[in-house]
Every structure is written in C-alpha cells, then in structure tokens.
C-alpha cells in the first residue's frame, strides 16, 4: 500500500512539474486588464487609452531629429480621455452638386470602415448649365442620394408619439446642393412616399422615379420627429455615379457581385501575425475595415484650415480609430492608431488621401497596413459598350491597369480574374477571391480600375513620381465567381489592394503616407495632367480613330451637333473615294448587263462547271470586265468605319453627345438610339441586359440600315443566271438580317453613317448608270492613198457583249484523210 501511494505522489508531482513547465514556456502571458480600461454603458462601450511615454534609456538621445519630433508630437496629440465605440455608422459628404460651389464631384464617405461609398460627377457644360457627366442608361428625374435605412414595421422613432406602424426610409446623408436638400430634407428624416407611392425600402425611391424627367416637381411626405410634413422638389438630371456600391447598381445590380466600400484601410500585419492568403483581415482580431471609425473635426498638421481664403481650401474629412491591446492581445499586439484623411479640392478630379499608423503601446512594434482601391465603377451601359482590350481574352466593363517602370502599361482583364477564381476556388466562407498579380508595387506609376470613358486610380502625391512605401499589388476580384451569370460576366466586380512596407516602430511613431485618388473621365487633357495618358487606348486602328475624332471635333465645334457632324463626315469621307466607287458604280452597271449573256453560258454548260468558269472569264476578258473592281472601295472603308467605331467608343468627348436638343431620342450617340422600352413585356431571351439578343431597347436606326442594305442589294445587284446565283443572293439577304441583329446595339452614331453612307450609294449608282461616260471609236477610210479618220457609230456596252456572243467562231479546216488505193479498179 505504501508502494502504491509513493509511486501515485512521485508520478504526481512529476507531471504536475512537466505541466506548468511547459505551459510557462509555450502559452503567451494573458494580459493584465487597465484599471477603467473598458466600461460598459448601456449598448456601447467606452474605452480609455492612457498617456504613452515612449522607453527611453538615462543619456541617451534620438539620433533622427524628426523620430524624436514625431514622438513628441505622439504625446501633445495622445487622447488622454475616453474614446466613445459605437456600431452605428455616420455618413458625410465632400463637394457638391452646386454648380456655384466650383465642385466637381460629390464624394459621400462612410464611418463605418472610413471608406469612400458613392462619387458622382456634378460639373457643368459651361454654356448650358447641365451635368458634362450624367447617366446616359437613366431618362429619370434624380432627387438624390440619402443612404437610406429602411424602417422595420412596428418600430417608432424615439421622439415620435404616434402609436400607429411607421413605415418608410430613413435619411442618413443629404448632399449639398441636390434636389432633396434644396427640398428641405435632412439627415433624420424619415422619406415615407415620393410622388405619391408608398417607400419602404432604398430601392422604392428610384421605382417611384422611374417615369419622371429632370425639371419635374414631385412631392415627398417626410416624418420628422413626432411632425409630418410634405415637401416639393425639382427633380435634375442623374449625375454619372462613378463609384457605388454594388447594391445600388438599379438595373444592372448584378448577382454575385460583393457590395463594398472602396479605398478601406485594415491592418496587414502585427508582428509576426498577418494576413493570410486569401483571406481579407488578420484572424483573431476585428478588422478596421469593418469598424465604426470616429470622425474627427480637426484638420491635418500638414493642411490647416484658412479661414481668410476659404475659397480656395480643400472640402476636407478625418476619420480616427484607436485599437486598444486588448483587442489586439490574439494578434500579439498593443494599442494601435490608425488616423486617414480625405481632402478634395475645387475643380479638381482628385481626392487627396492621408494614411497614417500609429505605434499607441509601450514596445516596438513591426506593423503595416492594406489599402484596398476604388471598386463598383459605372458599368456604363456594359450591355451594350464596346471596350477595347490589348489582351486577346478581351476586356470587361472593369478591368484593373497599371504601369511600371519595367513593363509599362499592363493591363488585366476582369474576364481573366473571373476565370482564374473558377480555377482556384476559395474557401466557402470566402466572398472575395485575391489572384496575385506578382507585381512589385515600389516601381508602380500608377494602378486604377479601367472603364470604358472613366479610370479611378491611385497616383503618387503631387511631386512624386512612383507610389513608394508598398511592397505588393494584387489584384483582386470582388465577387463570388460561381454566382456570376455566363451573360453577365462583362460587369464583375474588380478592384486590387496595396500592401505596405514593414515599419518596425518606436512608441509613438507611425507610419505615415501620402497618395491621391483620381476618379474621372478619361479626357486626354484631365488624365494627362497626372500621367494617366495610358488608360486611353485606341487599338490597332488608333491613327484612323484619331484621325477621324479630330475631325468630328472640329465639325461639332462649328455647327453644334455631333449629329450633323458625323454626316458631313461621312459625305466628305465618300466625296474623297468618289473616283474609286464611281468605278465600282460603272463596274456593277457592266454586270447588269452582262447577266444576261452569262444566263445563256450557263444554259450551254449546265452540266459542266469547268467549261462554264472558263467561258464566263472568257466572255469578261474580251468586253473587258473585272468582277473584283467593285470590292475596293469596300476594302478602303473597312478602316474608315471601325476607326469610327473605336472612336465612338473611346473618345468621351463624343459620349453623350445627343442627336437632337429637341427630343431624349438618340441622348448619346456613343450607344444604341433606344427609340422604346420594350423590356417590361419582351421576352428575356431577346430584351434582357445582357442575356438578350437586342437588348431592353428599340433602336429604329439599326432597322433603317438593315432597309438600306436590302434595297441595295435589291436595285443593284444583277439578276440570278442560274439556281446557284439565286441561292448565293438569298443566302446574301439572310447574311442582312443576321448582320443587323448582331449589330441591333451598336452606337447610333455608327448607325448615322451607315444611313448616310448609303444613301450616298444609292444615289451615286443611278446617277452613274444614266451618265456613263462616251467613247468615241474611229475607222481609216482610204481616199486617194490616204488614210482620214472617220468618226464611227458608238456601240453600248450590252451590243459589244451581243457581238462577241453572235461572232461566228472560225472555221477550222480538218486536214483530208489519205486516200487507200483503190485496188480492184488496177485489178
């Protein structure tokens, strides 16, 4: 018994000391709580950061003056009260839809994340007053955007004593200077019917807006507080909302795309503990990205406030977040300050951007950071818009562009990103799928998100000439790839995200970085002024595309309309080939009337197709007639036309330019007329956004070339010879009607100079068959030994044919056959 309780107390006491052994050496020490650290007050929680004096050895002092100054700095601005965490997000706004503002754009940001949530363009024409910018897919009137939250049934505002069910959208940003402000709206207010259809949800407000038109006046029932009231707006036009979030797409909100905000900012690294790959965030800890970040009514250091020249001062926000170390503590970390600031100047296109991370602990710590890029650009028509690619794969309405200084401009497409995410699946829970471009970000001048007229793209600040500080750029697929429809693929979802250096930091140093965000058209007098000339690519044809914009621009600017413009574009383009399809015109007059005598060759040789090819190239080598003279007018306008084609959808200039002033018919001669809406009762297959044929529109323009083309083919081609003729000339006919489903969407400026080009066809052939040229033939008639020409009788084309045809073929003497002797005459 003694044995047994002696080896029970040794075994004992040695595994109680190999347990606390090991536990010591391989479990991290569990951080003391702060006294008053956290404390919770109802839903929120505050928490206290203390003042942090950076460790500092007796007699020794910083050798970097600024490190030190930048530690001294960390203690005046450390806070040295609690910090109010809340879950409910704020939204404001930079710039304005004023047009005596000097603002270009209206930038609303959210705290939640700190990021950028919508953009819009709201410059105006100089002349007319209107949006240069607006949406070209959107007829409707626009009351503006208010982030709406809808109200749960049974659920009262906390000032409202009313009992009965409140139903309706609340307001949680207005931006200055749009139909709404300018109505009265304000943050809080409860949006309950807009023209007198009931708002429940965000969405109801657009669908109550539908078969308005900028310049209507509608009423909106608003609650406010425990009042009720109805106010009167005048709608405008929609502005081109440059960036927003996948959910607000409208109608091309598309399945699978990942709503999110653009330009987050969350911590890469700290210490040893980063972001894996494939994932969006450290594990372990919250993300920044998904925070509530406070907004801070203080300025930048480096950007004060000028009261005196406040015109000329910058819209400016700054967003502030304190990570405190007990909710690093999994991550190994301490307390952490992440401070970013947007800045937007007038009359600017550019969104000046602050990064700043801050070391808040009490030891050094490696610390780096991830900014991810804009995404949910304009989709801009993605049904319909031509984009083009230097890739063979093609290009998507989105696709990510950079340049280096090893490889230049590069582009990626998002069909590739697509196709790559199929590949390599995610995890499941995984909503974003990150394929690694392998590009060393140190020598990037610049990486954006590429549509078809607009770029958002990171640059260097002002003075700089690479984005310096970031290790990597990756691009990045904001979507799950397996839910994205095979017709819809063009409109993915892409982004890409920037990794920082590594910065080991003292207590109370950060890293610090400054960057713009360009978020504009791509005009080349804008986008040269920040070296973004790549982002605007021609392809092949880009001397004719050029060549041929030039042109429009300066016909447009002297009569107008880009309209008329094109047609006299397409006159003087077929007035200067007038020689060349004056040939071709005469060409096809010759084969009309040399049909018939090929009828009567096939007739001979019906059953001999060698012996027909040769008589026909026979018949036309002696009345001297080219079949291929006529294709070479067609073969010189092949590069007239898809110049024009690349230029419509290139040039934004030539984006939104309208057929008429008069009519909303044509708005935008760089996309398809859209004479009606046919998508409300035509069947998907044919109307629906990508997945149809035609598209949600009527377009009449494609109709009336299709009509041209077929009379042509109709007046001026010659009559079948024979069963193959004819079925070559109906298979032609069908070819038609196929093309003009093919190109049912193509631009209506394209479809002008289809119109007028043909017209001017039609007209050239019947002028030149009643005008063909005379030739006068002569004879050498012998009088008295001398020869004196004497003018003979023209004859037509159809009676040189006729002679050839009846021109007796010579005879040809067969040579007689020797005679056998007759023998029996000698018998």
């Known amino acids: 018994m003694e044995r047994r309780l002696l080896t029970f107390i040794i075994t004992s006491t040695a595994f109680f000391f190999v347990y606390f052994t090991l536990r010591s050496m391989l479990l991290p020490e569990q951080p ?11 839903d929120d929680a505050q928490v206290a950061d203390a003042e942090v004096e950076p460790s500092a050895e007796i007699g020794v002092e910083s050798e970097d003056p600024e490190v030190a100054a930048t530690s001294d700095a960390a203690k005046e601005t450390a806070p040295t009260k609690s910090v109010e965490r809340t879950e409910t997000a704020q939204w404001t706004t930079l710039g304005s839809m004023d047009p005596a503002s000097g603002y270009r754009m209206l930038v609303t940001l959210n705290s939640r994340g700190g990021g950028v949530e919508r953009v819009e363009l709201t410059e105006r024409e100089p002349d007319s007053n209107r949006l240069k910018y607006r949406r070209v897919d959107v007829r409707s009137g626009y009351l503006g955007y208010f982030a709406g939250s809808p109200l749960n049934n049974n659920l009262l505002d906390s000032t409202t004593d009313s009992t009965a069910d409140l139903e309706g959208v609340r307001v949680n940003v207005v931006g200055p200077g749009t139909p709404g402000q300018l109505a009265g709206i304000e943050v809080g207010d409860v949006i309950t019917s807009v023209a007198g259809k009931p708002i429940r949800f965000r969405e109801d407000i657009d669908a109550a807006l539908n078969k308005t038109k900028p310049g209507d006046t509608v009423e909106v029932d608003v609650t406010r507080g425990s009042q009720r009231s109805t106010l009167t707006a005048t709608l405008s036009e929609h502005p081109l909302d440059m960036i927003r979030l996948a959910d607000d797409g409208g109608v091309d909100q598309i399945k699978g795309n990942v709503s999110q905000l653009s330009c987050l900012m969350t911590l890469s690294q700290i210490n040893r503990k980063k972001i894996e790959v494939g994932k969006d965030s450290i594990a372990g800890i919250a ?4 925070m509530v970040w406070s907004i801070v009514d203080r300025p930048t250091d480096d950007h004060p406030i000028d009261e005196e020249n406040s015109d ?38 550019v969104i000046d951007m602050d990064l700043e991370v801050r070391n808040r602990g009490e030891k050094t710590q490696d610390l780096a950071y991830r900014l991810n890029g804009p995404n949910g650009l304009t989709l801009e028509g993605w049904w319909y818009s031509n984009k083009i690619s230097p890739n063979w794969g093609g290009a998507a309405a989105r696709d990510v562009v950079y340049k280096n200084v090893a490889d230049g401009r590069q582009f990626l497409s998002g069909y590739g990103l697509l196709k790559q995410a199929r590949k390599t699946p995610a995890d499941a829970d995984q909503s974003i799928f990150a394929p690694d471009t392998g590009q060393d970000a140190q020598a990037l001048r610049f990486i954006g998100v590429d549509a078809q007229y607009f770029v958002a793209a990171y640059l260097p600040p002002a003075g700089d000439e690479f984005l310096n500080s970031y290790r990597r750029a990756t691009a990045e697929l904001v979507a799950v ?26 207590p109370g140093q950060a890293i610090r970085q400054e960057l713009r965000l360009f978020a504009g058209p791509k005009d080349p007098e804008v986008v040269g002024q920040y070296g973004l000339d790549d982002t605007i690519y021609f392809g092949w044809f880009a001397p004719f595309a050029v060549f041929l914009a030039g042109m429009l621009h300066i016909l447009g600017g002297l009569i107008g309309n880009y309209a008329i413009a094109i047609i006299l574009l397409t006159v003087i383009v077929r007035a200067a080939m007038f020689p060349l399809s004056r040939k071709a015109a005469i060409n096809a007059q010759r084969m009309q009337e040399l049909a018939p005598e090929l009828k009567k060759i096939s007739e001979k040789y019906k059953d001999d197709m060698e012996a027909r090819l040769k008589a026909q190239r026979e018949l036309q080598t002696r009345v001297g007639f080219n079949p291929l003279a006529g294709c070479l007018p067609m073969f010189f306008q092949l590069p007239i036309f898809i110049g024009l084609y690349r230029a419509l959808s290139v040039d934004i200039e030539l984006r939104q330019k309208t057929f008429s002033s008069f009519t909303n018919w044509a708005s935008n001669l760089a996309g398809p007329d859209m004479l009606a809406y046919w998508g409300d009762w035509m069947w998907e297959y044919l109307s629906g956004r990508g997945t149809g044929w035609l598209g949600p529109y009527f377009n009449i323009l494609p109709v009336i070339v299709v009509g041209l083309f077929l009379l042509q083919q109709k007046l001026f081609m010659p009559p079948a010879t024979d069963e193959q003729t004819a079925m070559t000339q109906k298979m032609m006919n069908i070819m038609t009607l196929m093309m003009g489903l093919f190109f049912f969407r193509v631009p209506a400026g394209l479809c002008l100079y289809f119109i007028t080009s043909s017209l001017w066809g039609i007209c050239e052939r019947v002028l030149v068959k009643k005008t063909l040229p005379a030739k006068k033939h002569f004879d050498l008639d012998v009088v008295d030994g001398t020869a004196t020409p004497t003018e003979k009788k023209k004859l037509s084309f159809a009676d040189r044919i006729r002679e050839q045809i009846n021109k007796p073929e010579p005879k040809i003497e067969r040579p007689n056959k020797r005679r056998r002797p007759d023998l029996r005459k000698k018998k």
């Open 481 to 506: 790839p397996d839910q994205i429809e095979r017709h819809k693929e063009r409109a993915v979802n892409v982004s890409f995200y920037l990794n920082s250096e590594i910065a080991s930091l003292e």
């Open 312 to 349: 000329e001062v910058s819209d400016q926000i700054t967003f502030e977040l304190n990570l405190t170390a007990e909710e690093l503590a999994k991550a190994g970390g301490e307390a952490i300050e992440l401070v970013r600031s947007y800045r937007l100047p007038k009359a600017s296109y």
């Open 32 to 42: 003391q709580p702060k006294p008053n650290a956290v404390a919770e007050v109802g």
């Open 287 to 290: 993300d920044p990205a998904k």
